[in-house]
């Protein structure tokens, strides 16, 4: 789902009145379309010491595997967005154990916030954007066919604190050590 | 500023194809204009026991106050949002020192980020949206006159973690205990 305008030759980018950044503005109206950065949702889902992945069925990176996450809805908490995300592509039952990590990733305009989760049961399918889903074991993930960098990272640092009740959230910019 | 249209009257609430939530569609175009959360960022700065507060110039809850913080900007990571509001609204120099707390407020689709900060020097003033700057001590903090219930919980929630080099990110939602 592209959230581009659908008629881009209508608008133009230029700086509104008493605005300090370009926005793009319709030529016609002068509607002020404000783009903001986006915020992605997630968990890494346990089950038996297996994590869930998600096989993408659509672009970008269709065919590489994701943990459950997508853009976070209005009006929707960062928690119940990553349990909408998990139903509607693996229908997975989750329930949220703990905020995992905040993820930077600015030359796309995302901030990604994931978090650590229980599956309530095993029974999962590929539902919504999903060809295929799979509970891994850790050595049998498939590391050179994760769909996105934050993927692994949210995989490492999920490993890094399994079974620990207190610990600090992970921060992550990427293209940074 | 508003995001919200400003010709109201070309847009009507409907559910494109291919999509599932009604989303604000032009009348005249077709553009779909897609709403998102808004992601705040800010900090709790500290200088010698002190903490910076940022008395607001503007609506909404103009004549309290903030820490400083605001809405995230295209291609920033939520950690230089924080440092530029401080800049921005209150001259301050701050150094991030570790994520504070994930602030949900879904009735206003807001997702908030806060850091924990020290100010680099004393030297702030009053600059946009801002009619006052001040360093209060703990005791001298008015809490009556906070512009935000997360401003508080912000409060809180560095005054619990104060000098600890590891703690759990806080999390809380608008309305939850």
Chains 1, 2 share one sequence.
């Not at 029974?123 to 498939?142: G, K, N, Y």
Request: net charge negative; aromatic share 10%; charged share 25%.
């Amino acid at each position: 789902m592209s959230d581009a305008p659908r008629k881009s030759r209508s608008f133009e980018r230029k700086i509104p009145p008493g605005d300090s950044l370009p926005r793009l503005v319709c030529t016609d109206c002068g509607f002020i379309y404000y783009e903001n950065p986006k915020l992605v949702v997630g968990s890494v889902c346990e089950w038996s010491d297996r994590l869930l992945l998600c096989r993408r069925s659509i672009e970008p990176r269709s065919g590489f595997w994701t943990i459950p996450a997508g853009y976070l809805e209005l009006n929707e908490t960062t928690e119940a967005g990553a349990c909408r995300e998990a139903w509607e592509e693996a229908r997975a039952r989750i329930e949220i154990d703990a905020l995992l990590a905040v993820y930077n990733v600015p030359h796309i305009s995302q901030v990604q916030i994931m978090y650590r989760a229980r599956l309530l049961n095993p029974e999962v399918e590929a539902a919504d954007e999903t060809s295929e889903v799979r509970l891994f074991s850790w050595e049998e993930i498939p590391w050179g066919d994760l769909a996105f960098p934050s993927v692994e990272w949210a995989l490492q640092h999920f490993r890094q604190v399994r079974g620990k009740s207190n610990f600090t959230v992970f921060t992550k910019t990427h293209g940074t050590q």
